[in-house]
């Protein structure tokens, strides 16, 4: 059994970016976590219960996609920047030490989001203490900035199969009265598709290596 953890911004980061890949790990029987920096969603004068409609729409998707969610500072961050950098990497400090991941999947430090790429910099900096987990990076979840067209996957992974499972999961987040942009499912399939046809395949995800110690029956992902 292989043991990853993803390490995104916001709830739906992971699903977007990573909702196939999630979905055939657990397929496998490989043990997933997705460990978010904040909930991203402050309540209004007019809507109080934002918050919590965020945190149930990431549950909701982590039991679609069969994964472990977990909120480092126990989900009592909205935005990244409002973590001193060197509490960040304590955080991911703390985590790999308990888990002890083989694999690590973050943002890709040259995102146009700002929350990504500080917390792709607190992941690169704690890696100083991983001697064998592996670091793997996601791409940009929002396509019409520049930065998407110039994420470049060294690794693929065939998703088609599990497409239909990662829409399920993004759905979830399409709850009345949310705060942020609408994901555009639509958008998602054609961009994965595209991805995939890239490498001759239905649909794909991809991503970068940026470290593996290879050991021989350890697998990357």
């Known amino acids: 059994?292989?043991?990853?953890?993803?390490?995104?911004?916001?709830?739906?980061?992971?699903?977007?970016?990573?909702?196939?890949?999630?979905?055939?790990?657990?397929?496998?029987?490989?043990?997933?976590?997705?460990?978010?920096?904040?909930v991203s969603e402050?309540?209004?004068?007019?809507d109080r219960d934002r918050r919590a409609r965020r945190i149930a729409a990431a549950e909701a998707a982590a039991q679609t996609l069969g994964h472990r969610l977990h909120?480092?500072?126990?989900?009592?961050?909205?935005?990244?920047?409002?973590?001193?950098?060197?509490?960040?990497?304590?955080?991911l400090d703390d985590l790999v030490a308990e888990m002890e991941p083989d694999t690590l999947l973050t943002h890709w430090d040259g995102d146009s989001h700002g929350d990504h790429v500080r917390v792709a910099r607190a992941a690169i900096a704690s890696s100083r203490r991983w001697p064998r987990t592996a670091l793997l990076q996601f791409g940009p979840n929002e396509h019409r900035t520049v930065r998407h067209a110039e994420f470049v996957p060294t690794l693929y992974v065939p998703t088609a199969a599990q497409l239909p499972r990662k829409l399920r999961a993004l759905?979830?987040?399409?709850?009345?009265?949310?705060?942020?942009?609408?994901?555009?499912?639509?958008?998602?399939?054609?961009?994965?598709r595209a991805r995939g046809a890239a490498v001759g395949l239905a649909a794909a995800e991809g991503l970068r290596l940026v470290r593996h110690c290879l050991t021989p029956g350890r697998p990357l992902l």
């Open 42 to 46: 402050t309540a209004s004068t007019q």
């Open 71 to 91: 909120w480092l500072g126990d989900g009592r961050y909205d935005q990244v920047e409002d973590i001193p950098e060197y509490r960040a990497v304590g955080l």
């Open 171 to 192: 759905a979830c987040y399409a709850y009345p009265g949310q705060g942020f942009r609408a994901l555009d499912p639509d958008a998602v399939e054609l961009l994965d």
């Open 1 to 38: 059994m292989t043991r990853v953890l993803i390490v995104a911004a916001h709830p739906d980061d992971a699903e977007l970016a990573l909702g196939g890949t999630i979905a055939q790990l657990t397929e496998r029987g490989d043990e997933v976590t997705v460990a978010l920096f904040t």
